[in-house]
């Protein structure tokens, strides 16, 4: 993949996901049980959050630092299952009280901004494997993912929405 492929996939993920929603429909994205009790809208939180961790890595690329940002308390480390479920917990928490329309916003201007990263960061900063040591031998583009939508929640979603009448 190359910088122009990846800003593409960046593009056809916002456009895949604006429709994705379009077929969800605001009428039904504060209904709890698309996924568990959550609602689609905590979904679209989670995801946020998440995404938000990546365009903080993005942007301390792009300013050539360490990312320091830490979203969720101190000690839980991402890659212990346990952990990752009192991260997902925290998560939900921080969220399920927000506005549907600023969960919507985040998503979106999350979008803009991975964009912006990918169009401003170089060739060498999202390519090479040995850039950025934080980074632990895999390049920064790889940080530019969009599995754990399709993967792990999508299916499920979609199962959820053949089962929720809109409106």
């Keep these: ?41 905590d979904i679209v ?5 998440w995404r938000g961790n990546t365009l903080a890595r993005l942007r301390a690329a792009r300013q050539d630092k360490t990312p ?14 346990e952990d990752l479920e009192k991260i997902n917990e925290w998560i939900y928490q921080e969220n399920c009280d927000r506005s549907l329309p600023d969960v919507l916003n985040e998503s979106r201007q999350q979008f803009r901004y991975l964009r912006e990263l990918v169009r401003t960061l170089s060739k060498e900063d999202l390519f090479d494997p040995d850039r950025f040591a934080w980074m632990e031998g895999q390049p920064l583009a790889s940080l530019v993912s969009f599995e754990h939508f399709h993967n792990e929640h999508e299916p499920a979603l979609r199962q959820w929405l053949a089962n929720v009448p809109a409106g």
């Design 1 to 41: 993949m190359n910088k122009q492929e990846l800003l593409e996939s960046v593009e056809r993920e916002a456009d895949l996901w604006e429709m994705f929603l379009g077929e969800v429909g605001e009428e039904r994205m504060e209904k709890p049980g698309a996924a568990g009790e959550w609602s689609f809208k």
């Design 45 to 49: 939180a989670h995801l946020s959050t």
């Design 68 to 81: 320091s940002a830490q979203f969720w308390p101190a000690g839980w480390d991402e890659e212990d299952d």
